[in-house]
């Protein structure tokens, strides 16, 4: 690799990484817009229970789940990037506190497992062009008002 190359991939990279802190952190902070705006147009969300097309999610406004959260809180680490020119991928472990009603620790779910994004660079940057998301265990009772 060239220093120029060296340097790209390195960018890319942090750039990236960037993205899934971002990801994490707007999920959290239900600043839906902009979350969804992390998605190249044709963006897909797969969950262990639907996919779901980033249109769809806009249309809804937002992930239905998470939008009748009291609070999430979203980690995410162990970032694994590998970039291909203008195509990236990511794995990248995912630590997940789910709280419907603050006064009834019975909504708490709690969930682990991990996000395999898939990037796309656009003109404005990198986008998601999906995420599949891998439950490996969970504690507490999924919220029953649905998917994304």
């Given at each position: 690799m060239t220093h120029e190359e060296t340097v790209q991939w390195l960018y890319d990279r942090a750039q990236i990484s960037d993205l899934l802190y971002k990801f994490a952190r707007l999920l959290d902070t239900k600043q839906w817009k902009e979350y969804m705006g992390l998605y190249a147009d044709d963006g897909i969300m797969e969950l262990p229970w639907e996919t779901i097309p980033v249109a769809e999610m806009k249309a809804r406004g937002g992930p239905k789940l998470l939008r009748h959260m009291h609070a999430t809180h979203h980690i995410s680490s162990n970032h694994e990037i590998e970039v291909s020119g203008d195509e990236?991928?990511?794995?990248?472990?995912l630590q997940a506190m789910h709280v419907l009603d603050p006064k009834n620790q019975n909504t708490q779910w709690l969930a682990g497992g991990?996000?395999?994004?898939?990037?796309?660079?656009?003109?404005?940057?990198?986008?998601?062009?999906?995420?599949k998301v891998t439950s490996v265990w969970e504690s507490g009772p999924r919220p029953a008002t649905g998917a994304a």
């Open positions: 990236a991928r990511s794995r990248s472990y991990w996000y395999d994004h898939e990037y796309r660079r656009t003109d404005a940057g990198w986008t998601v062009a999906k995420v």
